[in-house]
C-alpha cells in the first residue's frame, strides 16, 4: 500500500507492507486523517521523544531505524475481519476508534509504533472491541475530528467545572479551539480566547468564544478581571484575601500553546485561586517560579489525550451537532502532500487543521 512514512528523518512516500489483522483485529481503508500537533512534534523531535517516554519509564516503541506510519486522528471504513472476531459491524461500515492497538506483543499506539501503521497510510488494522461506528450520517471529515475534539472535551472535564467560572484560553490552534467547543458545549460563559493570528481570533469566535483578544494590544487578563469582577468588587482592598466584601468568578486558564514561557506568565498574570489547566505540548525546557503559584495558591492541572468514554461522547457531540468542527479544516492532501502540509501548518493564517485522504 502507499503511504506517507517518517524514515530517517524525513517524510517520504513509498509502497509499504499492507497490514495483516491478528487475533481480534479488522482491516479497514483509511477514508480521512487528520494532521496532529503532536506528529509535527513527532517529525521534529522524534528522538527527543524517544528519550523522554525511555527517562519516565515507558516502553519505547518508537524504533527510530526503521519505518513509522503516522496518524492517530481517523475516519475509516472496514473491508475485512481478522481471527476470532465477532463481525458485529458490515463490511463498509464507517467507524472511529481510539488509535490504540492490542496485539500479542502488548498494547501500541496506532501512529506511533513501527508495528502499528497510522492513518497516513491507505490501511490500518484495528482492534474491533475498540471500533465505534459513525453514527448519524456524520461526514467523514468530520467524524475525523472526533480525537482532536476529544482532547478539548478530556481538558474541561478534567477542569472540574462547576459552572461559574470565567474560563480563559491562551492559543486558538486546534487544540485551543477545540477547548473552546467543549467549553460552550457546557455552557461555561463568558470565555476570554487569545492569540496573535487574526485568522485563529476569527475561528475562535467561531467556535463559541465570546471575547477575542490580541494578546500583542490587549491582556487576556486584564479581560478576565473585567468580566469576573462583580459589582462593588475593589482590587484595592486588602481584606478580599479574607472574603470581604464582593469577590471575583473563580478563573479558569487553559494553556493551549506549549512553548516556554507561557505557563510561567500565567503565574504572573492569574489571580488568587485560578485554576490552570496545561493541554498543550512543550518538548523544550520550560522554568516557572514557584513563588508566583505559591503566593496565589494557584492549582496545575496537566493532562493528556482522553478516555474511551470520551471519545464516544465526543462522536455523537459531533454527529449530534453539538460541536461543529468544520471550521477547523482548511485543506486535504493525498499521501504525497502530507511533508508540504507539514511546512504549510506552520502559517496559522491559513491552515489549521488538514486531512490526508490516503485513497487520493
Same mark, same amino acid.
Given at each position: 500500500m502507499r503511504a506517507a512514512v517518517y524514515r530517517k528523518g524525513d517524510l517520504v512516500v513509498d509502497q509499504v507492507p499492507e497490514p495483516k489483522p491478528a487475533d481480534?483485529?479488522?482491516?479497514?481503508?483509511?477514508?480521512a486523517c487528520g494532521i496532529c500537533g503532536s506528529d509535527l512534534h513527532a517529525f521534529h523531535h522524534a528522538p527527543k521523544m524517544v528519550e523522554a517516554i525511555e527517562r519516565q519509564g515507558g516502553k519505547n516503541l518508537?524504533?527510530?531505524?526503521?519505518?513509522?506510519?503516522?496518524?492517530?486522528?481517523?475516519?475509516?471504513?472496514?473491508?475485512?475481519?481478522?481471527?476470532?472476531?465477532?463481525?458485529?459491524?458490515?463490511?463498509?461500515?464507517?467507524?472511529?476508534?481510539?488509535?490504540?492497538?492490542?496485539?500479542a506483543a502488548g498494547m501500541q499506539t496506532v501512529g506511533y509504533a513501527n508495528a502499528a501503521p497510522g492513518g497516513y497510510?491507505?490501511?490500518?488494522?484495528?482492534?474491533?472491541?475498540?471500533?465505534?461506528?459513525?453514527?448519524?450520517?456524520?461526514?467523514?471529515?468530520?467524524?475525523?475530528?472526533?480525537?482532536?475534539?476529544? @482532547?478539548?472535551?478530556?481538558?474541561?472535564?478534567?477542569?472540574?467545572?462547576?459552572?461559574?467560572? #470565567?474560563?480563559?484560553? /491562551?492559543?486558538?490552534?486546534?487544540?485551543?479551539?477545540a477547548v473552546i467547543a467543549a467549553l460552550k458545549l457546557k455552557d461555561v460563559r463568558p470565555i476570554i480566547a487569545a492569540?496573535?493570528?487574526?485568522?485563529?481570533?476569527?475561528?475562535?469566535?467561531?467556535m463559541g468564544a465570546d471575547i477575542v483578544v490580541d494578546p500583542a494590544t490587549t491582556s487576556p487578563y486584564k479581560s478576565f478581571l473585567d468580566a469576573a469582577a462583580p459589582e462593588g468588587y475593589d482590587a484595592g482592598n486588602p481584606l478580599? /484575601?479574607?472574603?470581604?466584601?464582593?469577590?471575583?468568578?473563580?478563573?479558569?486558564?487553559?494553556?493551549?500553546?506549549?512553548?516556554?514561557? @507561557?505557563i510561567q506568565k500565567m503565574f504572573e498574570g492569574a489571580q488568587r485561586g485560578t485554576r490552570i489547566v496545561? @493541554?498543550?505540548?512543550?518538548?523544550?525546557?520550560?522554568?516557572?517560579?514557584?513563588?508566583?503559584?505559591?503566593?496565589?495558591?494557584?492549582?496545575?492541572?496537566? @493532562?493528556?489525550?482522553?478516555?474511551?468514554d470520551e471519545f464516544a461522547q465526543t462522536l455523537h457531540y459531533l454527529a449530534e451537532g453539538k460541536i461543529d468542527g468544520?471550521?477547523?479544516?482548511?485543506?486535504?492532501?493525498?499521501?504525497?502532500? #502530507?511533508?508540504?502540509?507539514?511546512?504549510?501548518?506552520g502559517n496559522p493564517e491559513k491552515h489549521v487543521k488538514i486531512l490526508v485522504e490516503p485513497w487520493r
Amino acid at each position: 500500500m502507499r503511504a506517507a512514512v517518517y524514515r530517517k528523518g524525513d517524510l517520504v512516500v513509498d509502497q509499504v507492507p499492507e497490514p495483516k489483522p491478528a487475533d481480534g483485529q479488522v482491516l479497514v481503508k483509511t477514508l480521512a486523517c487528520g494532521i496532529c500537533g503532536s506528529d509535527l512534534h513527532a517529525f521534529h523531535h522524534a528522538p527527543k521523544m524517544v528519550e523522554a517516554i525511555e527517562r519516565q519509564g515507558g516502553k519505547n516503541l518508537m524504533d527510530l531505524s526503521g519505518d513509522i506510519v503516522f496518524g492517530h486522528e481517523f475516519c475509516a471504513e472496514i473491508l475485512d475481519y481478522g481471527p476470532n472476531t465477532g463481525r458485529k459491524l458490515a463490511v463498509g461500515t464507517r467507524v472511529c476508534s481510539v488509535p490504540i492497538s492490542f496485539t500479542a506483543a502488548g498494547m501500541q499506539t496506532v501512529g506511533y509504533a513501527n508495528a502499528a501503521p497510522g492513518g497516513y497510510g491507505e490501511q490500518m488494522v484495528l482492534n474491533e472491541a475498540l471500533l465505534l461506528p459513525v453514527p448519524n450520517g456524520l461526514p467523514t471529515d468530520q467524524a475525523a475530528l472526533t480525537e482532536p475534539m476529544a @482532547v478539548g472535551w478530556h481538558a474541561v472535564q478534567k477542569a472540574n467545572l462547576k459552572g461559574d467560572e #470565567v474560563p480563559v484560553v /491562551i492559543g486558538c490552534g486546534p487544540v485551543g479551539l477545540a477547548v473552546i467547543a467543549a467549553l460552550k458545549l457546557k455552557d461555561v460563559r463568558p470565555i476570554i480566547a487569545a492569540d496573535f493570528s487574526p485568522a485563529r481570533r476569527k475561528l475562535a469566535e467561531i467556535m463559541g468564544a465570546d471575547i477575542v483578544v490580541d494578546p500583542a494590544t490587549t491582556s487576556p487578563y486584564k479581560s478576565f478581571l473585567d468580566a469576573a469582577a462583580p459589582e462593588g468588587y475593589d482590587a484595592g482592598n486588602p481584606l478580599n /484575601i479574607l472574603g470581604v466584601g464582593p469577590q471575583l468568578k473563580q478563573g479558569v486558564f487553559f494553556e493551549c500553546v506549549g512553548v516556554p514561557g @507561557v505557563i510561567q506568565k500565567m503565574f504572573e498574570g492569574a489571580q488568587r485561586g485560578t485554576r490552570i489547566v496545561v @493541554v498543550g505540548v512543550c518538548m523544550e525546557v520550560d522554568r516557572i517560579e514557584p513563588f508566583f503559584a505559591i503566593n496565589k495558591e494557584l492549582n496545575l492541572q496537566f @493532562v493528556l489525550g482522553y478516555t474511551p468514554d470520551e471519545f464516544a461522547q465526543t462522536l455523537h457531540y459531533l454527529a449530534e451537532g453539538k460541536i461543529d468542527g468544520s471550521p477547523m479544516v482548511t485543506a486535504k492532501v493525498g499521501v504525497d502532500g #502530507v511533508k508540504q502540509a507539514f511546512t504549510d501548518l506552520g502559517n496559522p493564517e491559513k491552515h489549521v487543521k488538514i486531512l490526508v485522504e490516503p485513497w487520493r
